[in-house]
């Protein structure tokens, strides 16, 4: 369903339990998932995008500062 990961009630042995055997039943879907979170995380959370991050932040920052 394009989710990046899978929910299951908090606290709940018998959750886990049946969404592993839904894993277990469907490799292919779990795998689906599996690329859309790895996608996720290499687009969000990769070097080159929190650099940029930072750069747009200390660029703000020093900014502001030469303003006052």
């Known amino acids: ?3 990046p990961g899978f929910l299951v ?3 709940s042995a018998a959750s886990i339990a049946n969404k592993l ?3 277990w039943a469907a490799p292919l879907a779990a795998e689906q998932v599996a ?3 790895r996608r996720i995380i290499e687009e969000q959370y990769n070097i080159d995008s929190l650099n940029q991050v930072l750069v ?3 660029s703000a920052v020093a900014y502001e500062k030469r303003r006052s």
């Open 35 to 37: 690329v859309g979170a």
């Open 9 to 11: 009630e908090d606290k």
């Open 1 to 3: 369903d394009g989710k």
């Open 21 to 23: 055997r839904s894993i």
């Open 56 to 58: 747009k932040l200390f």
